[in-house]
């Protein structure tokens, strides 16, 4: 793992009126890491995956990838250059195949349009591509299926395939278990700890078990600011840590 960090933040901040939500937020993330984001609810950490996907502008602050300052450039632009986020809840396409799904991530990817649904499944590079990212979820026998047939579990993974179609080295994974049952929960955290072998990962999520699990460094984030960043047994022990979000009796 490299020593020089893929994902450099800083000083990122962001408030509506006298409600500061994100404040003075700096870490890093270095190559093949998994960082996990945790903390309370209305911590702030929706918000500052917004901030680093770019589908929010921050205030103040600066966001940095693979060593290019990326603070002023809005989402698209940031997937073209390898940033790629799912969603806390799905944003698939349920009327369209799982197939097409993902073959719209590579036909975005490429700079086509969304407006070109129709042609975007029935190119076969796109289709080559988006079966490769189908196949990493293990969701390519469901590529004819209509996405809305999915079960929840499957659609958070489809998600993550219309990630990895987008041709993504950082992925922003928020909440990839909210709603998902005890085995949805083990399959996603399987594919999590294979994607971990090929992708940097910024977590943000609830379930402490998983999180304990597959991070390497955790950073918490409490009424929008860093208390602690470190290895998941130095912030679970972390007396900080314990009295803002953890509590004594999951620190024991």
Request: net charge negative.
């Amino acid at each position: 793992m490299s020593d020089a960090p893929i994902l450099s933040v800083a000083g990122l901040r962001k408030a509506y009126g006298a409600l500061t939500v994100t404040d003075d937020v700096s870490f890093d993330v270095r190559p093949g890491e998994l960082h996990a984001i945790i903390g309370p609810n209305g911590a702030g950490k929706t918000t500052l995956i917004h901030q680093l996907s770019g589908s929010l502008r921050s205030d103040a602050g600066r966001v940095s990838f693979a060593g290019e300052d990326i603070t002023r450039l809005d989402m698209v632009e940031r997937v073209r250059r390898g940033v790629a986020r799912s969603f806390q809840i799905t944003s698939v396409l349920e009327g369209f195949s799982v197939l097409e799904n993902a073959a719209l991530a590579v036909q975005a990817r490429s700079g086509s349009s969304f407006r070109f649904f129709a042609p975007a499944a029935r190119e076969a590079q796109l289709n080559a591509l988006a079966m490769d990212a189908l196949a990493r979820v293990q969701l390519d026998d469901r590529a004819q299926r209509r996405a809305g047939s999915l079960s929840h579990g499957e659609k958070r993974k489809l998600e993550i395939a219309i990630a990895l179609a987008s041709g993504a080295r950082l992925l922003l994974l928020d909440e990839p278990l909210a709603g998902a049952g005890k085995e949805e929960t083990a399959v996603l955290v399987e594919l999590m700890q294979d994607l971990k072998q090929t992708h940097t990962i910024v977590l943000i999520e609830h379930d402490m078990e998983a999180v304990f699990a597959l991070a390497d460094q955790v950073s918490v984030l409490v009424y929008g600011r860093m208390i602690a960043t470190g290895t998941a047994a130095s912030v679970r022990s972390d007396p900080d840590v314990r009295a803002a979000y953890l509590g004594e009796e999951e620190a024991a």
